[in-house]
């Protein structure tokens, strides 16, 4: 067999964390009852026209300047017209001829090492409804609530060569789209979706082979897993001294393959032209400055700074700033106990831990910075033991709990009443004589039993320092 | 009660507001004409009686609590094209595809005439979508010219300018993509103005060519005509391409004089497609001017002899988008007859859709298509800009253009549908404004040996309404020339 590289370039849509919709006033919140987020204008209703949301133009802009593009600061909106009953105008306005953002990049790391994957344009755009089909009544119906949600689409170069690389790269790009709060870039609810094209040659070739589309991915694991089924099956055809056909595919997660939607043969015409709607877009040298002024801290500056300022190890650095949502979290509960350290663990360490065991993205805790600093402060003014502290944790993480209410209320504060503690260890000492013969006969280890009964005996409450030092001094009187 | 008919739409409002009359007075009166005269001219496709009633009880409120004092056309009956939306009023573009269908919401320029205290009495027939220069195309029937009924109304705002002419409403809205406020009313013998690209919202007016597309009135004299026109303009936030200018009162510009106001006329606008007749008019009408102290010249506005083709390639490109919304999927109608999604759009479309926009639509289809977009779409564009460049230059030399609305006086029915080419060559000396975005008014400058009326366009700048709004009441004053009086007519 002949050595072959896989070619890959990406398109990526990113749906626009706006409060209201691209084109009208309406909420663009997920979920909702079917077509209850619409109105005459995002429906298509005839008469009705466009009105651009601002926000959107800026958000694009911020996603370009991050990515290393250049503005198109005369920039317009095109029609893309095609037939779909989730495409209420029947047309899509687009931009196809002058796209917002053109000519930028973003360095990946993988095993083999960095490397720059070049981005070909930003454009932005309106997002369709959803279908919805009934087979019960045998029927389909439309839910317009999507309809007119900004997108802006992020396309490649095809400069990725491996599925390793795409994975680096989307992730990267979804971290710097969420640090830039741009977009919540949640693949579950479809708001980052990614179509790949793919080709394969010759080791050595110049010339690029025919490419297959796939469309729609949103799983990092089925995107990897979608091109190394399109690499071979393409591999395959060629060592067979076939053709690949240049097609659009989509791939099945549960079959472990890909099956053809549509050629090139019946690829639609979509007849795009300026949309007559909307003027043309003129992008100031003070608009663009004013949006770079705003531009937040990304993740690289980020993790350096945690480091200086707060002189966390690298590797803390790292995983605090893999989510926006952990390290805006980290800021916050810092500024109110200045424990960067203490915060720092309390998150990396049980905070992955129950994330992972309960497959949440770090967006989704539901804690607030409050609620750790105070549980910090009750761990710190000895009112709590670590134990104790671990389970109120879970508790604040699960149940949204408040730490200093929940020690109150089920009587978790440590008891420091050392008559009640003393009098305990009197007992549990003449309970356990064996213990205090072992001790004397040098077994030290008798002595952690001792701490360790009585601990028990307080049900974790009891400061364990305190009960060292009383056991030591009682077996040491016996 | 004809007598109340037969007044102007300012003439009416005053007599309300000072009390001489009631609102539901004159819209008995206006209802009672339609009534009368509707079956014989067909200007309306709906007349929505009890709505308008509900409106003038409204109305008269307000205008005994003097809420309405400034308002010019307060308690003045008016009828609207029926591709305007109105609110819980059918709207249907005369196609069959939107024969049942009633929008939840009111264009701009409807709301502004609500407030403004006007009443709506129905909604006129108009060709299909506005595409036609006859208003034969109407899945509802033609209209007919009140002058001759043999005639047509001209196009596509046939029924409303037909309507204003017959005295079954004191003015109307239209819309004008390539001459449809303007070349209608030259055949009807009224005043139509299509404003300045911009200054009236289209947030409502369902679209034909979106960047040609401008809703104006029609009117009995271009004083009625200023006056509504003052009312439906101003910059909308709904529209993006409404600009914010500053002064819309286009009353004030109702002054008799245009001494030293430069006519400009371009003589290729007098060769020899144009009608001897309707040539002879101008030639008098140029007279009136220079007698009363303007200075009229010829000069070269090249340029026209392309505007045809290239109005032709981006109207029909914008149509064939603007109405692929139209497809049974969400209002209007259906196909009973289909299997599957394919078929739902095709026999809908095949189905809903009258000839002349299949054609339209098709013709923009191939255009855009991506094999012809340069050869065709791109160079339209580019002759537009050079349209503009003309009209720019002349502007530099001339307040106001002057012209024919139209080559000939309106012709028989039935002549222009098996000549498609022929009608569209009626827009010649109107689709070039649209193209340039300019502001331009045709007003009546007599009539032919047939009796039929003859209409003169005066074209002005960029939000230059005032120029020509000055010129046309100044003709007014002088010209010998009387708006149509229906009852006179019938006896020829």
Redesign the interface.
Known sequence: MKAYETVIGLEVHVELATKSKIFCGCTTQFGGEPNTHCC?VC??????????NKQVVEFAMAAGLALGCTITQNCKFD?K?Y?Y?DL????QISQLYLPICRDGGIEIETESGKKIVRIHEIHMEEDAGKLVHDPWEDCTL?DYNRCGVPLIEIVSEPDMRSAEEVVAYLEKLRLILQYLGVSDCKMQEGSLRADINLSVREVGATEFGTRTEMKNMNSFKAIARAIEGERKRQIELLEYGKQVIQETRRWDDNKDTSFAMRSKEDAQ?Y???PE????PIEISDAWIEKVKASQPELRDEKMLRYQKEFDLPAYDASILTASRHLADLFEATVALCSKPKEVSNWLMVETMRLLKEMEMEADEIRFKPTQLAELIELVDSNKINRTVAKEVFEKVFKENVNPAQYVEEKGLGMVSDDGLLRSTIERIISENSQSVIDYKNGKTKAMGFLVGQTMKEMKGKADPGRVNEIVKELLDLA | MSEITAMTALEVSKKVKDKELKVAEVLKAQLDKIKERDPEYHCYITVSEEEAYKQADEVQARIDSGDLQGAHLAGVPMAVKDN??TEGIK?T?ASKI?SN?V???D?TVIEKLKKSGAIILGKTNMDEFAMGSTTETSYYGEAKNPWNKKHVTGGSSGGSAAAVAAEEAFYALGSDTGGSIRQPASYCGVTGIKPTYGTVS??????Y???LDQIGTIGRNISDCAASLEVISGHD?????SIDQKSYEYTHALIDNVKGLKIGVPSDYFDDGLDEEVKDSLFKAMEVFRRKGAIVEEFELHSVKYAIPSYYVIAC??A??NL????G???GYRTPNYEG?QEV?KNTRSEGFGDEVKRRMMIG?FV???GY?DAF?NKALKVRAIINQSFQKAFDRYDIILGPTAPTTAPVLGSSLADPLKMYLSDIYTVSVNLAGLPSVSLPCGRDSKGLPIGMQLTGKHFGEKDIIRAAYSYEQEACYLRPNLDERKVH
């Open positions: 005459p429906t298509g209703m005839p008469g009705t026209l466009p009105v651009l029609r017209n037939f009953p209420p105008k029947a047309y439309v015409d007849r795009y032209f007559p709607d909307l003027p | 305007i939306c709207t573009c939107l269908f929008p939840t919401y264009a289209r947030y409502g007016l369902i679209a060519a979106s960047s936030r709904k529209d993006a391409t490109a914008e064939s988008s692929s919304r139209f497809d999927v969400k209002y999604l759009y289809a855009l298509s991506s977009y779409y």
